[in-house]
């Protein structure tokens, strides 16, 4: 049997750090929601918990294509989000067993189209 997923403010508080470890990011409130972005301007991630869709998740900064693919070979997982789905920003499914490897790398994909060269040189 499958374990139960992690609550909502579990799996928050697993992104956050996750988004929060990558070069000057900041963290405030946008949409009612924890929002990540680099320095403070740009943002590249997005909690999800707000839109009575009964789906904990995130949306992201994606490169391109990745959006289109991720979707289509795992719509149990990833989605094309509201209001930035058409930028190509990927949603990212948080309550469904997610496998945090992958969510590190989406993270740190997100965080890549949108820092500046200087901070991406930062990264290892």
């Known amino acids: 049997m499958d374990a139960v997923p992690a ?11 996750l988004c929060l470890a990558l070069p000057e ?6 949409h009612g929601e924890p929002t990540w972005f680099v320095r403070g301007r740009k943002t590249f991630v997005m909690f999800a918990d707000h839109h009575h869709d009964d789906r904990v998740a995130f949306w992201c900064a994606a ?4 959006q289109q693919e ?4 795992a719509p149990d997982r990833f989605f094309r989000p509201p209001y930035v789905g058409h ?16 969510i590190a790398e989406l ?3 997100a965080y ?9 040189q930062r990264l290892p």
């Open 7 to 17: 609550p909502a403010a579990d799996v928050l508080e697993r992104l956050r750090a």
């Open 25 to 30: 990011v900041t963290e405030r409130l946008s």
């Open 63 to 66: 490169p391109p294509r990745a």
């Open 70 to 73: 991720l979707v289509a070979e």
């Open 87 to 102: 930028r190509g920003w990927l949603g990212v499914r948080l309550d469904t067993h997610p496998d945090w490897t992958e």
């Open 107 to 109: 993270v740190t994909d």
């Open 112 to 120: 890549r189209q949108v820092a500046p060269k200087t901070l991406l």
